[in-house]
């Protein structure tokens, strides 16, 4: 029976790591569709040298310090973290995922870097760092060319831009302990692509690394979209 509760809880967490699977339909055909209204896009000098504000990032007790443009949304029925970027609007979707035992996460790391090894082009990146009292597992990793829509805007109107690109699929599972386990809290960027990646990655990690345990859970109440 224990070896049973471990693989269930890896199955879980496994299917975690890849957007495709963890990610309603609902949410990701919201976040690439054009917005009814013309949003402000900040100018990349204001994304990157201007003021950041601190915001919770509930559901999680997590705090990241962002962009004033950036926002806490509900989306499909999932809280995401959403702004721009120097070449484009990132996604980051917010979960709260089962806890796993000290064994059954141990499993999921020696798994997540056995594939690595087999699967180096694909696989990108499988690392396990401290954060303060927590410890953070990171994953990277490239799906499929695809066909991929994107929207712009030239001040008047958005315009659609379609064009064959490579996911880069990006998760952050933050791991507490917690009453002889660890709470898993979950960092899922959403349609990213490896392009926008290459481009935006200083800026990005820019972001992760502000990234604190904690928080006041009563602010950054998110908006609420269809």
């Known amino acids: 029976m224990k070896v049973a509760g471990v693989l269930i809880c890896?199955?879980?967490?496994?299917a975690a790591c890849d957007d495709s699977s963890n990610v309603p339909v609902a949410v990701l055909e919201q976040t690439n569709q054009p917005q009814e209204e013309l949003?402000?896009?900040?100018t990349t000098q204001?994304?990157?040298?201007g003021p950041r504000k601190p915001v919770v990032l509930g559901p999680l007790p997590l705090t990241m310090r962002v962009p004033e443009s950036?926002?806490?949304k509900m989306v499909g029925g999932a809280t995401l973290l959403q702004g721009h970027a120097p070449s484009g609007e990132v996604s980051i979707q917010l979960n709260s995922r089962p806890s796993l035992k000290e064994d059954a996460l141990d499993l999921l790391i020696a798994g997540a870097k056995k594939e690595q090894a087999e699967?180096?082009?694909s696989i990108l990146k499988v690392e396990v760092r401290p954060l303060g009292a927590v410890r953070v597992f990171e994953r990277q990793s490239l799906g499929e060319p695809a066909s991929f829509t994107t929207y712009t805007t030239d001040g008047k109107q958005m315009?659609?831009?379609?064009s064959t690109e490579t996911p880069f699929r990006w998760t952050l599972s933050v791991l507490a302990p917690h009453a002889g386990a660890f709470q898993v809290f979950e960092l899922n960027f959403i349609s990213l692509t490896k392009k926008?990646?290459?481009q935006d990655q200083e800026f990005l990690i820019g972001l992760l690394d502000t990234l604190?345990?904690?928080g006041d859970t009563s602010a950054s109440q998110p908006t609420t979209l269809p």
């Open 119 to 121: 699967k180096p082009e």
């Open 70 to 72: 950036w926002e806490i």
């Open 196 to 198: 926008q990646f290459d």
């Open 46 to 49: 204001e994304l990157i040298s």
């Open 39 to 42: 949003p402000k896009v900040p």
């Open 212 to 214: 604190t345990v904690g």
């Open 159 to 162: 315009l659609p831009h379609t």
């Open 10 to 14: 890896l199955a879980v967490v496994a």
